[in-house]
């Protein structure tokens, strides 16, 4: 049981490149979330899931998209890479039905880099 | 959600026992409390929860106070690698869907 993984762990894009980052989570959860860290700051969410096919918008959703075709799977793309996306990105789930006793599981998060 | 209170920093030394607070004056009766933890350079994990009555694990103890206003984690014994942001967040029991919201949290420093 891998829990969370993220991928890659670091990269450098250049301004106007694009991305895709990839999250696997193996414990068959319905809710995934993406979040992301500036250096000093809390954790901010960027989109989430509910299950396969459905995608929400989260607090700071601007030049992100995402998709959800399979339970494991909740990749993140960058459309035309700014300096104000250098951030780490975490992503993660959390298993349905815990009536608030749930625990969220995080993967080990991308360090991206925009120059 | 209810808010929570959290000193910005805190500092302990090694082998000794850390006592990290957390107010929630505004907690409703079915919010749980979480605690969850940020090593340098790692995703947030998870510590402890509990509702009213203290909990112990592996990791550390959660001590509620009886009218769960306040909160206390408990580390029995720091060690250099227990450093990292603790976050002390409520969570309803119908929370459904809903992330976890972190906050600023207090930053552990344990000196050798």
């Known amino acids: 049981n891998a829990g969370v993984t993220q991928t890659p762990k670091f990269r450098i894009l250049k301004i106007g490149q694009s991305m895709t980052l990839q999250c696997t989570q193996d414990?068959?959860?319905?809710?995934m979330y993406w979040y992301r860290q500036d250096p000093g700051m809390g954790l901010k969410l960027i989109y989430y899931?509910?299950?396969?096919?459905?995608?929400d918008k989260g607090e700071v959703p601007n030049g992100y998209n995402v998709s959800r075709s399979t339970t494991e799977d909740f990749p993140l793309r960058l459309e035309l890479a700014a300096p104000s996306q250098t951030s780490v990105y975490f992503c993660?789930?959390?298993?349905?039905?815990?009536?608030?006793?749930?625990?969220?599981?995080f993967g080990p998060g991308t360090r991206l880099l925009v120059l | 959600d209810a808010k929570t209170t959290q000193p910005n920093s805190m500092e302990s030394n090694e082998e000794e026992p850390v006592h990290l607070p957390c107010n929630h004056s505004t907690i409703s009766g079915t919010d749980y409390i979480h605690w969850y933890r940020q090593l340098p350079s790692q995703g947030p994990e998870y510590v402890i929860h509990g509702l009213t009555s203290n909990v112990n694990n592996r990791m550390a103890s959660l001590a509620i106070a009886e009218d769960r206003k306040s909160s206390t984690l408990i580390l029995h014994r720091a060690t250099l690698r227990d450093a990292a942001v603790y976050y002390c967040?409520?969570?309803?029991?119908?929370?459904?869907?809903?992330?976890?919201?972190f906050g600023k949290g207090t930053r552990l420093s344990v000196i050798a």
């Open positions: 414990m068959n959860h319905n809710y």
């Open positions: 899931s509910v299950g396969a096919g459905i995608t």
């Open positions: 967040i409520l969570r309803p029991s119908n929370s459904g869907n809903t992330p976890l919201v």
């Open positions: 993660a789930s959390f298993p349905t039905g815990g009536w608030g006793q749930e625990t969220q599981y």
